[in-house]
């Protein structure tokens, strides 16, 4: 049946032109593949076929301009009945909504409403419930309760009964009672004792490994500073955190081989020697490095923390600067299943494991993404908090719990929480304490006074502790000061490690926390167990490391104690043969960082040639520019699976909504709901399979999933290619951080400040309008930055991205700025695509008489200006230009100190010359540069040239103006150009004064106007 293909709902569009006919007459199509590629001044969007059939007739050409319901092309299709049930559907729609309550409907509402029967008022007992101590005013009735629901517990379970509960609290709040149930449970561990898993380790050998991790650990900090008190180092936490930890390695987290992908752990960074002293033991790090920790210039040494970049082979995640860890593995997370979802990866029930500390939980981005991690029911999701109640000045929560303020955090926020609070030395206690004193007791004392216990000795725990009650004095009264003091922490109790990491291991449809209570500096002694400074105890004295010696039975021998020597038993002993077999059995190292990813194909060079092309006299933003090479490379069947488009809430800023439809948005479960706006092309479509990761507003989110898409070639062995888009101010200047840990994982991807430039984006003001983040990008090392004008010079440069990341796995990552101006844009120039990419071109020669030369270096938009000014220059004073379009000062000045450094090093031989200098110093005539960005942006190739510099460029706060304005005011337009260059010229005296003088006048430039820095 023949049908016509029309032009859908494309929202508040008319008129919008054709850019691409993406079909030809007699093309056998699919439902759904592109027809054409709209464009208007905002965005771009492919319009895709609503039937399977044969194309038998095209009604538009490129150029055309069509609105909704004009006819593309005419099919031979089978299958039209579609457009009548949609028609009818849309009727059914509005029908509903002009639907009014009619008079009868209200009355019957009314008569129902008024037999419903009135319940009897529950008068407001005066009765008092329970005392302002807290004690309880009615025992009997409080026992026949707790009687019911242990029968209830003993017959039915455990769910029954959180059944029941349920229903009483809903039921009491129903009746008026607005008190919600608690979030927090009592101070004691979540999984009761009777249905603990049993640790199928052998104890004794595991208690004999971790104490030689511990000596070796806290040998390698104190005799790096020994060698030089410079070196700083930490012990307490992973002396607090050594049972955490081994636990993990023995029993569960498994290693990456050919046969499965490897549980993803996040250590916590300054937990770092702990992991040292094992790979120790497991032959996989040598004494000599050990003795080089912290020492990684010009010897084979060890990074302090987790620093994938010093250490590639090593680490996986960069996690020391707090609260980083914790984010990125949620988004880590996230990500394991998008690649799952999208059929990337199989689903291998591989676990994220992350170690943070109670302090770190204070940061914002520890904490901040819970949510997103339970909403998205990341069950490969485990949190490890190291609760040691100490952070580095003193207590986490001195007059509080820290234990019970995370647990009302997360359970809240939708996790599984389970607490391990005490070691398995309590469990008779707790088993004696019928009347519940004791968990009174723990639930009443405040971590400062926790802390204080483990700083003192078993008789001042018999003394505050148990002391307070009398009942709970005699409760011990038959054990020794050492007994007392050999009540354990849960955090140091195998047993109860283990229990939780197993029950962890089973959760479904939750992440988990584990809440563990440790103590900082365990085993230290006075010298630094539990007291303030323990964070900074990185010298033990000879009687502590004695002490410490004894306390972890370490076979080493007084003289050895002092030569702080490293104790690594034979290959053949027992403890390392069992620890080499465990990993084994788990299936390999960790950490360990490899790849074994395939390079992503490189894209066919006809998905760029159309950028490459002059737009004629159409005019776009580079950002469209971006978002129309995105399109195309998402027809390209190697690439559009691996792209990874990543916006925080900003895609119609970009112009990006043609993708929500295209490609969709990832949501793990679907789309429950029709889109209002379901019969538009850019419809909100939201799919289990969907392609975008659309994160809402969270730049930190966004960056997080950036950095787990740009490391999946390792992570996953998949290569992505992440194009993460924001608002380039709320880059580089809001998650700086995040950026950096993004170089030190040796992520690879594009970032994308989109909307950048001082002057460009005009109406923002201030808190938007972007002129420094090129420098800042500048200050990271595996940072490549190019500030285009044209949309081929973005073409070539994402082109060589692609080519330098997938094909030559080049540990580096992009940042492109575009802007939002429209413009036309020219065909690239011959032979330019070197120059672009090495950050600058012969753009334009403005030759007329010759007598007079300057050279204008332009950037990003202002090189329009530029143009428009080396064009007043020749015609109206007879000036010569070279225009030079600079894509990168940052690159041109790399490339200025290397060649420099390399000049100063071989005086003998004839220097080099850097590009820039190469570029400029056969050309005649001073040098003018600007862009959109400070002037300092544009002042790094200062030192590299010989000829008199002038820059220019946007220092100060943005502000709210057309673009026309902010231009003039920060004088960066072309008529201030135009003057700046005469009066440069006649300081060279190569021009008469009277020229720029006049020039002032003629273009009103305000001299008295002080320098936009100080307005
Ligand atoms: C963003 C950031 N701020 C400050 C620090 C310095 N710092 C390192 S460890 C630490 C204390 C950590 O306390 P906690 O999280 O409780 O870990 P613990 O050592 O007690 O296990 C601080 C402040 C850092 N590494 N990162
Ligand atoms: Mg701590």
Redesign the pocket.
């Known amino acids: 049946m023949t049908t016509k293909i029309i032009v859908p709902d494309i929202g508040d569009f008319e008129n919008v032109e054709i850019i691409e006919i993406l079909v030809k007459i007699g093309d056998k199509i699919n439902k759904n593949d592109p027809i054409v590629t709209l464009e208007s001044d905002k965005s771009s969007v492919e319009v895709p076929s609503p039937y399977a059939g044969k194309i038998s007739s095209l009604e538009v050409k490129i150029g055309d301009k069509v609105s909704k319901g004009a006819i593309l092309a005419i099919i031979e299709s089978d299958e039209s009945k579609i457009s009548k049930v949609q028609i009818d559907k849309k009727k059914e729609k509005t029908e509903l909504k002009s639907e009014k309550i009619l008079p009868e409907t209200e009355q019957i509402i009314k008569e129902a409403e008024s037999s419903i029967p009135e319940k009897p008022k529950i008068e407001a007992s005066k009765k008092i419930y329970s005392r302002p101590n807290g004690r309880d005013i009615d025992p009997t009735e409080t026992q026949e309760w707790l009687d019911s629901l242990e029968a209830v517990l003993k017959k039915d379970g455990t769910d029954r009964a959180h059944y029941l509960l349920k229903k009483l609290s809903d039921e009491a709040y129903k009746e008026g009672s607005s008190r919600p149930i608690t979030r927090i449970t009592p101070y004691i561990n979540t999984i009761p004792v009777e249905l603990e898993a049993k640790s199928p380790g052998d104890q004794n050998i595991e208690r004999r490994i971790r104490s030689l991790i511990r000596w070796n650990a806290a040998a390698m900090v104190v005799k790096a500073n020994k060698k030089n008190s410079e070196l700083g180092g ?1 012990i ?2 992973f002396a ?2 050594a049972t955490l930890y081994d636990v993990g390695m023995n029993h569960f987290w498994r290693g990456k081989n050919n046969k499965f992908g490897g549980d993803l752990v996040y250590f ?3 937990s770092a020697p702990g992991m040292y002293a094992r790979a120790f033991l497991e032959g996989r790090l040598s004494k000599n490095q050990l003795g080089n920790f912290r020492q990684e210039v010009g010897v084979d040494g060890l990074s302090s923390y987790p620093h994938p970049w010093l250490m590639p082979k090593f680490w996986q995640f960069p996690t ?4 980083l860890g914790p984010v990125l593995s949620i988004y880590q997370a996230r990500f394991t299943k998008y690649l799952i979802n999208r059929g990337l990866i199989k689903d291998e029930n591989r676990k994220i494991w992350a170690f ?5 939980t204070d ?1 914002p981005e520890s904490l901040g993404a819970i949510s997103l991690a339970s909403r998205e029911k990341l069950d490969n999701l485990i949190f490890v908090i ?1 609760c ?1 109640l ?3 000045d003193g207590p ?1 929560r001195g007059n509080g719990k820290i234990i019970q303020e995370l647990e009302g955090i997360f359970r809240g926020a939708g996790w599984n929480v389970i607490k391990v609070i005490w070691g398995s030395y309590w469990d008779q206690l707790l088993s004696k304490d019928k009347s519940g004193l004791l968990i009174k007791r723990m639930n009443e004392c405040v971590d400062g006074e926790y802390q204080a216990f483990k700083a003192n000795d078993g008789s001042y725990v018999r003394e505050k502790f148990f002391g307070k009650y009398p009942e709970l004095k005699d409760l011990v009264s038959s054990m020794t000061d050492r007994d007392i003091w050999k009540l354990n922490r849960g955090g140091h109790d195998p047993h109860k490690v283990y229990a939780a990491y197993s029950e962890a291991m089973k959760a479904k449809g939750k992440p988990t926390v584990i809440l563990a209570k440790t103590i ?1 500096g365990y085993g230290m002694g006075k010298s630094g167990e539990s007291i303030n400074i323990t ?1 900074q105890q990185k010298k033990l004295g000879e009687e502590d490391l004695l002490y410490y010696r004894d306390r972890f039975d370490i076979p080493l021998t007084d003289k050895q104690v002092k030569n702080i020597e490293f104790y690594k038993p034979d290959d053949n002993s027992e403890e390392i043969k069992y620890l080499k077999e465990r990993r084994m059995k788990l299936g390999g190292h960790l950490p360990e960082r490899s790849s074994f990813a395939k390079s992503i194909k490189k894209p066919a060079n006809d998905i760029f040639e159309s950028m490459l092309k002059s737009s004629g006299s159409r005019e776009m933003s580079t950002t469209m520019a971006l978002v129309r090479m995105l399109t195309n490379l998402l027809r390209d069947k190697n690439i559009a699976p691996r792209l990874v488009p990543i916006i925080p809430d900003e895609a119609r800023t970009f112009g990006m909504e043609g993708f929500f439809r295209k490609i969709g948005i990832y949501a793990h479960e679907g789309q429950k709901y029709e889109p209002e706006d379901s019969e538009q092309l850019s419809s909100y479509r939201e799919d289990k399979k969907g392609q975008v990761l659309e994160e809402g507003i969270t730049e930190t989110g966004a960056m997080s999933s950036f950095i787990a898409a740009g490391t999946s070639y390792t992570n996953h062995d998949l290569e992505m290619i992440p194009v993460y888009t924001f608002y380039s101010m709320f880059g580089f200047q809001r998650v700086m951080d995040l950026i950096w840990a993004a170089g030190d994982s040796q992520t690879r991807g594009f970032l994308i400040g989109a909307t950048s430039g001082r002057t460009t984006l005009a109406g923002e003001g201030l808190q938007h309008q972007d002129g420094h983040s090129q420098l800042l990008a500048a200050t990271i090392p595996n940072c490549i930055s190019y500030d285009p004008t044209f949309a081929y010079e973005l073409a070539v440069i994402f082109q060589d991205g692609l080519r330098r990341m997938h094909d030559k796995q080049e540990n580096v990552f992009y940042y492109l700025t575009t802007m939002n101006e429209n413009y036309k844009h020219p065909s690239i120039p011959k032979g330019s695509e070197k120059g672009i990419l090495k950050g600058m071109y012969l753009y334009k020669e403005f030759k007329n008489k010759g007598k007079i030369n300057v050279q204008l270096l332009g950037s990003g938009t202002i090189l329009r200006e530029m143009i428009f000014a080396a064009e007043i220059l020749s015609k109206e004073y007879n000036i010569d230009s070279d225009v030079w379009s600079v894509t990168s000062f940052n690159e041109l000045r790399k490339d200025g100190m290397t060649v420099e450094r390399k000049n100063l090093l071989n005086p003998t031989q004839k220097p080099e010359k850097s590009y820039v200098e190469s570029c400029l110093n056969k050309k005649d005539g001073i040098i003018i540069a600007a862009s959109d960005y400070m002037r300092s942006f544009s002042d790094q190739i200062r030192p590299y040239i010989s000829k008199a510099f002038y820059s220019f460029g946007t220092d100060g706060y943005g502000r709210s103006d057309s673009r026309k304005k902010l231009r003039e005011f920060f004088e960066v337009d072309k008529e201030h150009i135009v003057t700046y260059t005469l009066s440069a010229l006649a300081k060279e005296q190569l021009i008469p004064s009277t020229y720029p003088d006049k020039a002032i006048k003629k273009y009103k430039i305000d001299k008295n106007k002080p320098m936009p820095i100080v307005l």
């Open positions: 930490h307490g936490t607090s955190a916590q960074g300054h020391v600067s707090m609260g943070l500390g109670d302090g770190e940061e190291n040691n100490q952070r580095l986490v900082k964070h």
